[in-house]
């Protein structure tokens, strides 16, 4: 069974970092891409990234390019979405999605996770 | 970007009604049409992909048409499991967009 699941709830202040995961498993990891998603509270899906877990090459949004970063290991089939120094703004739910065909079609989600920012 | 335009942001129905829900998109974006579920609280779901095409596992109510820049989702006998948001979303060109969003109520 193939599975996406990320990492717990949040509770972060302004200007502190934080990494946040996703752990696939029940499938060849490294053959699929990984794309983040972003829900703020009460509206739509965003396109944040997506990354190739075989390589690490990434596309990031041009709408979240420098706030941002994608990466990942392999070695223990985990995808992590980061930020250096977080706003209010980025509170939201994020999830991660597995990507089919080359990278193209979502097929499976994570649970996402909940990041909040408050002073 | 791509903008991607649903229609209508919400929609009032009835157990065993047969909804449309309409996508456009703001250039031709071929057949890279997907369509998920998402329920509140939960995480999306995976419905339709190639305009047409049932990820695994989903029932045939479900159904997708169109191309070029209209694009369509009709659920057939309605559900009360059905009531939801649905998003459409391109992946013809970079960055990938989503629709704003269709909540179908009861």
């Known amino acids: 069974e193939v599975q996406l699941v990320q990492s717990g709830a949040e509770i972060k202040k302004p200007g502190e970092s934080l990494r946040i995961s996703c752990k696939g498993s029940g499938y060849s990891f490294a053959s699929y891409w990984i794309s983040w998603v972003r829900q703020m509270p009460g509206k739509g899906l965003e396109w944040m990234g997506r990354i190739d877990p075989s390589d690490s090459y990434t596309n990031d949004s041009p709408s979240f390019q420098g706030r941002v970063s994608i990466s990942a290991d392999k070695s223990i089939n985990t995808v992590y979405l980061q930020w250096s120094s977080l706003r209010a703004s980025d509170t939201a739910m994020y999830y991660c999605a597995r990507l089919r065909d080359n990278g193209y079609v979502i097929d499976f989600w994570g649970q996402g996770t909940l990041v909040a920012v408050s002073s | 970007d791509i903008q991607m335009t649903q229609s209508p942001p919400s929609l009032s129905a009835s157990v065993g009604d047969r909804v449309t829900i309409t996508c456009r998109a703001s250039q031709g974006i071929g057949e890279y049409l997907a369509w998920f579920q998402q329920k509140p609280g939960k995480a999306p779901k995976s419905l339709i992909y190639?305009?047409?095409s049932l990820q695994s596992g989903v029932p045939s109510k479900f159904s997708g048409s169109g191309s070029g820049t209209d694009f369509t989702l009709t659920i057939s006998s309605l559900q009360p499991e059905d009531f939801a948001t649905y998003y459409c979303q391109q992946y013809n060109s970079y960055p990938y967009t989503f629709g704003q969003g269709t909540k179908l109520e009861i």
């Open positions: 190639d305009v047409s």
